[in-house]
């Protein structure tokens, strides 16, 4: 599995994301995702995925005009991918956000496709796993806080599992993620 950390690789001058996707590696992420290899990209890792195209959509300053840094909760709205194979639909993860440029934004039809196809794979929630605005910390379409592409084995998403791997840090549900992809690596 590659793993696109967060981390504002190549600075947010232009746009996040852009000048990263420009960088020679890039090449060999998309031969290794086009192969059926497992892609994870996290906070600004999904930016770089966007901007690639190996995922639909953009990811735009948040609506607030504010950096966010705070523990967030998010639905699982798909078991059926590689990278939450563990977890159970409908199930809430408790995973912090750290980001200025958060907010998930597609048109009307790629918004259409995704969830038509069940490739909406994190919303924001309530503890109770209700999906309500004041939930969203970014104000993204539909509390969209994370996607697949159409062959499932690329996942972008905003919140950072690997910060919440440990009961030390705050929280172990970022685990399941990792797990599911070990799972499905085996």
Same mark, same amino acid.
């Given at each position: ?7 504002? $690789?190549? %600075? ?37 995925? !966007? ?11 948040? $609506? ?20 939450? $194979?563990? !977890? ?14 958060? $907010? ?16 909406? =794979? ?16 970014? %104000? ?7 996607? =697949? ?14 910060? !919440? !791997? ?21």
């Amino acid at each position: 599995c590659i793993i696109l950390p967060g981390g504002f $690789s190549y %600075g947010d001058y232009l746009r996040t994301g852009a000048i990263a996707r420009f960088s020679p590696v890039m090449a060999s992420v998309q031969a290794f995702a086009q192969a059926g290899g497992l892609v994870i990209g996290i906070c600004n890792g999904f930016q770089v995925l !966007c901007e690639a195209g190996l995922l639909p959509g953009v990811l735009m300053r948040n $609506s607030h005009l504010q950096f966010r840094c705070q523990w967030t909760n998010l639905r699982v709205e798909t078991t059926q991918t590689p990278f939450t $194979s563990l !977890c159970q639909k409908g199930q809430v993860l408790r995973v912090p956000i750290s980001h200025g440029e958060g $907010s998930y934004y597609a048109d009307p039809a790629t918004l259409q496709a995704l969830n038509r196809n069940g490739q909406v =794979v994190f919303r924001y929630a309530t503890p109770s796993g209700e999906v309500t605005s004041e939930a969203n910390p970014n %104000g993204a379409l539909e509390n969209i806080a994370g996607i =697949v592409n159409a062959g499932r084995n690329v996942l972008g998403m905003m919140p950072h599992p690997e910060r !919440c !791997c440990e009961t030390l840090l705050g929280g172990a549900d970022g685990k399941l993620i990792f797990q599911s992809i070990i799972a499905a690596v085996r």
